[in-house]
């Protein structure tokens, strides 16, 4: 309770100064760290050799690429050649297979059409099937809906003629007791 809280004050002060101490030190450590690394790379950059080994990787990168660079243009030299070659060639028996294509072409157009023609009297079809159906649909509905009305007239009339039946055999109660 409250002396329990008391008495734990210093040691809440003791432990967050302990954690400000720790903070401090881990500061100063990775301070030291980093100073001792940084150094390193000042030492390093002045260094004249690293300098000079970069230096050649970067020719020697570059050289790398003009072979490269040289590789693609005689590849691409040969295939424009080569493409010319058979576009050359090409053009000799195009003319003829040219005429053979506007046939076939000709000939697909026209199953083109009657494709499309059968399609259109198929859809005109299917369109008065549907009517049909629909109209099939409406007389169902309205055949169901004079079953039901039937169905609640007859209800009706058999309440009704009961009710009659209950009224005369009354009356016919009445009538015998009064014969009697």
């Known amino acids: 309770t409250i002396q329990k809280f008391w008495r734990g004050i210093p040691h809440r002060r003791r432990l967050q100064k302990m954690k400000v101490s720790i903070i401090i030190i881990q500061c100063a ?7 001792s690394h940084l150094k390193e790379l ?19 990168q570059m050289e790398a690429m003009r072979l490269e660079v040289e590789r693609a243009k005689t590849a691409a ?26 046939e076939e072409l ?7 059409r009657k494709t499309q023609n059968d399609l259109k009297s198929e ?3 299917a369109q008065a099937a549907l009517a ?8 169902a509905r309205e055949a169901r ?3 039901a009305a039937l169905d609640k007239k007859l209800e009706e009339s ?10 005369l055999s009354t009356v016919k109660g009445k009538l015998e007791e009064a014969l009697t």
């Open 29 to 35: 450590v990775r301070q030291k760290l980093a100073r």
């Open 42 to 60: 000042k030492i390093n950059a002045k260094n004249l050799q690293n300098v000079a080994q970069e230096r050649d990787k970067l020719r020697q």
């Open 132 to 139: 049909e159906v629909e109209t099939k649909a409406k007389e």
């Open 145 to 147: 809906e004079l079953a």
């Open 123 to 125: 859809q005109e079809s």
């Open 77 to 102: 030299k040969k295939e424009a050649e080569e493409a010319a070659k058979i576009k050359a060639e090409s053009n000799a028996t195009s003319k003829s297979e040219m005429f053979s294509h506007q």
């Open 158 to 167: 058999t309440s009704n003629v009961s009710a009659i039946f209950d009224e």
């Open 106 to 112: 000709e000939q697909l157009k026209q199953e083109l």
